[in-house]
């Protein structure tokens, strides 16, 4: 019934189907059929409300699978890039040119859509130029992502130069959602983030070199290795000096 097609039950909303029976001892639990599992920041009765309207995101009837995040294309309109068009591998990716072939800028363009900024002032005085050179001629970068923060479903982030992002969803709606609500651990170095490293650490930042780990939901992020090891890194260089 809740998936009839037809126009005299049409609702505005979806119906929120859940699993439901009488548990009369812990492995009733169990059984596939006794429960379901329901998306919430922390259990509260606003977070259940929530859950309730929007079910497609946040109720799923089975243990959800493990999502991993992911861009998967790249589109750049106007500018330097005008007309580019990438569809990117779910494995690995390599940008592979020259001296002044783009590389960097298109990395840079890259972080400009995510609406991250670098680190340091080297870094971001680069970040500006190379993409103010890219895109101030009205330039605008599309990027297909797949986030795992919203269970696997993807999304389009645009952004237009001199202008903040805009998300939309698989349907093309606006969203509320922001990029860095997308892809939370995301993390992109330049070759300036990398030549400045070495200063960073005493200039009192925190340096986070990422590597890849499997966090306690089941998602694979980005971790730091810690301020404490770069240092020590760093100290261990000045005595060979």
Do not use: W
Request: net charge neutral; hydrophobic share 35%.
């Amino acid at each position: 019934m809740c998936k009839t097609k037809n126009p005299d039950y049409a609702r505005e909303r979806d119906i929120a189907c859940l699993h439901a029976a009488d548990v009369n001892c812990d492995e009733d639990l169990a059984k596939p059929a006794a429960s379901c599992f329901i998306k919430m920041t922390e259990p509260s009765i606003e977070a259940l409300i929530q859950a309730f309207l929007d079910p497609e995101s946040r109720i799923r009837l089975a243990e959800p699978k493990s999502s991993y995040a992911e861009i998967e294309a790249i589109a750049i309109d106007n500018g330097y890039f005008d007309g580019l068009r990438l569809h990117l591998s779910n494995n690995l990716n390599a940008i592979i040119g020259g001296r002044g072939t783009g590389k960097s800028t298109l990395i840079e363009c890259i972080r400009y859509a995510l609406e991250l900024q670098p680190i340091g002032e080297d870094a971001r005085k680069a970040h500006t130029a190379l993409v103010r050179n890219a895109l101030e001629n009205g330039g605008m970068v599309y990027l297909r992502v797949r986030s795992a923060a919203q269970l696997g479903r993807c999304f389009t982030i645009s952004r237009r130069y001199g202008e903040p992002a805009e998300v939309r969803d698989e349907y093309s709606q606006l969203s509320r959602l922001s990029p860095s609500t997308l892809l939370p651990a995301i993390a992109i170095y330049g070759q300036k983030r990398d030549s400045g490293n070495c200063q960073v650490a005493n200039h009192g930042f925190r340096f986070g070199a990422r590597i890849i780990v499997r966090n306690p939901i089941g998602f694979d992020s980005a971790a730091g290795i810690s301020e404490k090891a770069c240092r020590k890194s760093l100290k261990d260089r000045q005595d060979e000096e």
